[in-house]
């Protein structure tokens, strides 16, 4: 069985500094990875996505996130937080074949910036 | 692009309604998935749907039923509404396994 924590349900920031969201995983095979951003009354987007192509990977908006096998963490970074990435951040992992192909969530963490 | 539509944005029904969200997607996904979101739960899995008129329970599916009638709609269903399913509605699609799920907007569902 697969399984996603995300270590803290608020993070606060200053603008300008560095925005680190802690994801955690389990699975029993090797997992797909994505971080999903959430703006208020709306739903979940695709901020990017681990399929093992590189253990670092690039999204949208200057956000990237490294895949550890060693510490199973996919931890979601971005070097200067702006105002407009106050969002809720949802991590969620998936197995490959053999295991189940159904998302779990984590329980999402609300980043907070202030000016 | 792929588009998730969900008809409504806010919904607002009375105790003991019969009430149904649809969703519709535009990508040929096989599967399709209802989530309500709670704060501090994250999302939680009702029901999905790898195919039509196939359907699996998720994690909470108590007090909900879903249909799958063509490969595009994925409707859920309240058979009587109660105040504590006031909540976020999400639907998703997915193609495969290695691809992200695609989002609609949500329906903000309030039982008075």
């Known amino acids: 069985a697969q399984s996603v924590t995300q270590l803290g349900s608020h993070v606060s920031v200053s603008e300008g500094a560095l925005v680190l969201l802690r994801c955690n995983y389990s699975?029993?095979?090797?997992?797909?990875l994505f971080w999903y951003v959430q703006y208020p009354n709306q739903g979940l987007q695709l901020l990017l996505k681990?399929?093992?192509?590189?253990?670092l990977v690039k999204g949208i908006n200057g956000f990237e996130a490294e895949f550890k096998k060693s510490e199973t963490s996919f931890h979601l970074t971005k070097p200067s937080a702006h105002m407009s990435d106050a969002a809720e951040y949802f991590c969620?992992?998936?197995?490959?074949?053999?295991?189940?192909?159904?998302?779990?969530f984590g329980r999402g963490t609300s980043l907070i910036v202030h000016p | 692009d792929v588009k998730v539509t969900q008809s409504s944005r806010y919904l607002v029904k009375r105790t003991g309604e019969k009430v149904f969200l649809e969703c519709v997607q535009d990508m040929d996904h096989e599967n399709m998935f209802w989530y309500r979101q709670d704060p501090g739960l994250g999302l939680r899995l009702i029901y999905f749907?790898?195919?039509?008129?196939?359907?699996e329970k998720g994690d909470i599916p108590e007090g909900y039923s879903v249909s799958r009638e063509k490969k595009e709609r994925f409707s859920l269903i309240l058979e009587s509404a109660s105040t504590n399913q006031t909540s976020m509605y999400l639907c998703?699609?997915?193609?495969?396994?290695?691809?992200?799920?695609?989002f609609g907007d949500g329906t903000r569902l309030s039982i008075l």
């Open positions: 699975s029993s095979v090797p997992p797909y």
């Open positions: 681990y399929t093992s192509a590189a253990t």
């Open positions: 969620a992992v998936s197995d490959r074949p053999g295991g189940s192909y159904i998302p779990t």
């Open positions: 998703a699609s997915l193609g495969t396994a290695h691809q992200p799920q695609h």
């Open positions: 749907s790898y195919d039509v008129k196939m359907k």
